[in-house]
């Protein structure tokens, strides 16, 4: 069964094609590029004609890019059909992570509150990368950015839906 575009996880958009055999320039949108990024990997490509499996055929790295050749995308006219769409992958091809860091689709719904029981409201949407990201965190009085440290979320628990803050003072009313 193939999953809805809504339950994949972006990891890059395509930025142009590059060369004549048909690869495609990535402009990633992930920490773990050469993760992501590996032969014989399963991606979905929001084209122009549509959400369009594909598998990784090969992959290199020019400028710190990846530029990546899909199975049975020969020549630059088929890279180009592919349009500048987003690239994403099943949640579950994803891989484990490091300890104490998180996949931002896991932070998103999590309940935040301070260590004292306040309800600060509901993370949105996290932005930015692993070693900057903030939450974006939807409060009574509006948006609210937290960020994803440890001296500030002191408990990140994905599983039961909850991220415990201690800001220091000032924080939640200066950007709520």
């Known amino acids: 069964m193939t999953p809805g575009w809504d339950d994949l996880i972006t990891v890059g958009r395509i930025a142009r094609p590059h060369a004549l055999r048909g690869e495609v320039a990535i402009a990633p949108v992930t920490d773990f590029v050469e993760d992501r990024f590996q032969p014989g990997r399963a991606v979905f490509v929001?084209?122009?004609?549509?959400?369009?499996?594909?598998?990784?055929?090969?992959?290199?790295?020019?400028?710190?890019?990846?530029?990546?050749?899909?199975?049975?995308?020969?020549?630059?006219?088929?890279?180009?059909?592919?349009?500048?769409?987003?690239?994403?992958?099943?949640?579950?091809?994803?891989?484990?992570?490091?300890?104490?860091?998180?996949?931002?689709?896991?932070?998103?719904?999590?309940?935040?509150?301070?260590?004292?029981?306040?309800?600060?409201?509901?993370?949105?949407?996290?932005?930015?990368a692993m070693t900057a990201s903030l939450l974006v965190v939807a409060g009574p009085r509006g948006e609210v950015l937290v960020p994803l440290v440890a001296d500030i979320c002191v408990s990140v628990e994905p599983a039961a839906r909850r991220i415990v803050v201690s800001p220091p003072e000032g924080l939640l009313e200066l950007n709520g």
Request: proline letters at 6%.
């Open 46 to 128: 929001m084209a122009p004609s549509g959400v369009r499996q594909l598998e990784i055929a090969s992959v290199r790295f020019h400028q710190g890019r990846p530029l990546v050749a899909f199975e049975g995308v020969e020549g630059i006219d088929a890279a180009e059909a592919l349009g500048r769409g987003e690239v994403r992958m099943a949640p579950e091809a994803l891989g484990p992570l490091p300890e104490a860091t998180f996949y931002h689709h896991d932070l998103v719904g999590c309940e935040v509150v301070t260590r004292g029981g306040t309800v600060v409201g509901q993370v949105r949407r996290v932005e930015g």
